[in-house]
């Protein structure tokens, strides 16, 4: 599976205090996941995603995003008990999945001990609406993450997963709905249950 290649300048940011990690693109953060367990005398420093393997071993879970300074590395939880080693910073296994599907090769990781502060901006969208907290956990099912793709448009998107420009809209603060970039991360949100 190839990496998504985006304009957009993609980071990691691990919280060791608060025992969170945080993608951010273009400086605001857009994902949010609790971290299951980190490793032993896990260091603060900047790293960067050097590996990404699908299904590495059981003990890993279902992804594994290696950092520079082997053998450290984000992953899943064991199949099992879960009671093997951490081998850097644990995520349950949904969480990662989303997260292995976000970013690139060589996207930074900052690990820090202390939290790090945004400046989200709230504005209303064209039809007055706020956008979905874009720091939720990720929920399955629940809203998906998708990653723009050259020639996608708002219509095709609605097209696509069946459901109402509007919908989308309202799920997305876009400075231009008319222009979508390519590796734009965007949220589609589930069409509700028919009655």
Same mark, same amino acid.
């Given at each position: 599976? %190839? %990496?998504?290649?985006? *304009?957009?300048?993609?980071?990691?940011?691990?919280?060791?205090?608060?025992?969170?990690?945080?993608?951010?693109?273009?400086?605001?953060?857009?994902?949010?996941?609790?971290?299951?367990?980190?490793?032993?005398?896990?260091?603060?420093? *900047?790293?960067?995603?050097?590996?990404?393997?699908?299904?590495?071993?059981? %003990?890993?879970?279902?992804?594994?995003?290696?950092?520079?300074?082997?053998?450290?590395?984000? =992953?899943?939880?064991?199949?099992?008990?879960?009671?093997?080693?951490?081998?850097?910073?644990?995520?349950?296994?949904? =969480?990662?999945?989303?997260?292995?599907?976000?970013?690139?090769?060589?996207?930074?990781?900052?690990?820090?001990?202390?939290?790090?502060?945004?400046?989200?901006?709230?504005?209303?969208?064209?039809?007055?609406?706020?956008?979905?907290?874009?720091?939720?956990?990720?929920?399955?099912?629940?809203?998906?993450?998708?990653?723009?793709?050259?020639?996608?448009?708002?219509?095709?998107?609605?097209?696509?997963?069946?459901?109402?420009?509007?919908?989308?809209?309202?799920?997305?603060?876009?400075?231009?709905?008319?222009?979508?970039?390519?590796?734009?991360?965007?949220?589609?949100?589930?069409?509700?249950?028919?009655?």
């Amino acid at each position: 599976m %190839s %990496s998504p290649r985006s *304009t957009a300048l993609m980071k990691v940011f691990v919280d060791l205090k608060n025992f969170e990690l945080l993608l951010c693109q273009d400086g605001q953060p857009v994902r949010r996941y609790p971290v299951v367990a980190l490793r032993e005398g896990l260091a603060a420093g *900047t790293f960067s995603i050097t590996e990404k393997l699908i299904n590495p071993e059981p %003990s890993l879970g279902t992804r594994w995003l290696g950092l520079n300074k082997p053998p450290l590395g984000i =992953h899943g939880a064991a199949f099992d008990n879960g009671l093997e080693p951490c081998h850097g910073i644990r995520l349950d296994n949904p =969480h990662l999945e989303d997260l292995y599907a976000l970013i690139p090769l060589g996207t930074q990781v900052e690990i820090a001990k202390t939290p790090c502060e945004f400046q989200t901006i709230s504005l209303p969208n064209q039809f007055g609406r706020f956008p979905a907290t874009p720091l939720a956990f990720p929920v399955v099912p629940g809203p998906r993450s998708y990653i723009v793709q050259k020639g996608d448009t708002i219509w095709k998107l609605s097209r696509r997963f069946k459901i109402p420009m509007e919908s989308i809209l309202a799920a997305n603060l876009l400075p231009d709905p008319n222009r979508l970039e390519p590796g734009q991360i965007i949220t589609i949100p589930l069409p509700w249950p028919k009655k």
